[in-house]
């Protein structure tokens, strides 16, 4: 009589425990970016999401901030270094600022496609910079396409070196982007990406320079009436994640997060490959006027970024990076 009573109430304890056992194993993890909602990072981060919750079996659920809802860049870098923040899509300068090798792969002129680029990352090269990631807080899940970038302005059409003299550019957090173009002759200016369409509209700055799914999906044509194809520079967006915050995670769990960030990051570089040609001929739709420049001419005068680089803490892998670009 005992046993059974002993067994009855051991059963009503563990009825009452499941639920909170179920509970404790679901996992919440947050994931901000700084795009809008039809950007091919936001897309990619959604998909992100919904398989990271398919191979968790819903039990795992990211939750996506587009727009720079949890700050810019910048702030959500130091957020995921001190655990604040899960995940992000995040930008090749921002976080350079923490890990200075990532500069190697905005060098002017460097990379004429994503794809190029890209042989690097997928190898030796984006092995080492992951490591160089983790040992500042977070975890590369993935390298994704933030496109080659091209300059617009309101003022008059870009086709040669002296035609940005004077001219007061917007940059992101990205050392590399302020040395060129000061470099070209422009005067830099870091304003806050969602701030930007703001700026362009009243004047506090003449032009910007950003991937042209950057510059359709903020609507930026709107207010910038010159697009010049410059080809200036490559950029990725780095899917990182707080290594605090992955360290939390059971091996299974990551393992999920691993396979669904492959999957997305898949997702993401054809999202952006497919996108170049419809965007570009949409933007000519919408009046902007398109120019071409001597890209040599362009090459030339800013070589000597790529020099500082060489010459600094991050030259030995630059180096690398520069040798393996050559070699393609």
Known sequence: MQRKTFHRAALAACALLLPALAAAQAVKLTLGHGAAPDNPRHLAALRFAELVKAGSAGRIEVQVAPSAQLGDDAAM??????????????????????????????MPFLFATPAQAFQLLDGPLGRELADRS?????????YWDNGIRHMSNS???????????GLKMRTPPDAVLVDIMQALGAEAQQIKFAELYVALQQGVVDGQ??????????????????????????????????????????????Q???????QATAYQRQLSRD???????????????????????????????????????????????VKAAGGQ
């Open 77 to 106: 870098v130091t957020a995921l270094r001190t655990g604040a923040l899960d995940l992000s899509a995040n930008s090749q300068g921002a976080v350079a600022a923490a890990v200075p090798e990532y500069a190697a792969y905005g």
């Open 134 to 142: 983790a040992a500042k807080g977070m975890v590369v899940l993935g």
């Open 155 to 165: 003022r008059r059409p870009i086709r040669s070196v002296e035609d940005l003299k």
């Open 209 to 254: 320079e950003n991937p042209l799914a950057n510059f359709h999906a903020s609507k930026l044509y709107e207010v910038q009436k010159h697009l010049t194809l410059t080809g200036h520079m490559f950029q990725m967006t780095p899917l990182i994640m707080a290594r605090r915050s992955w360290e939390r995670l059971q091996p299974a769990d990551r």
């Open 256 to 262: 999920v997060l691993t396979e669904a960030a492959r």
């Open 275 to 321: 996108a170049e040609d419809r965007l570009l001929q949409d933007i000519k739709a919408k009046g902007v006027e398109v120019h071409a420049i001597d890209a040599r001419a362009f090459a030339q005068a800013t070589a000597k970024v790529q020099d500082k680089w060489l010459a600094g803490p991050s030259g030995a892998y630059l180096a690398k990076v």
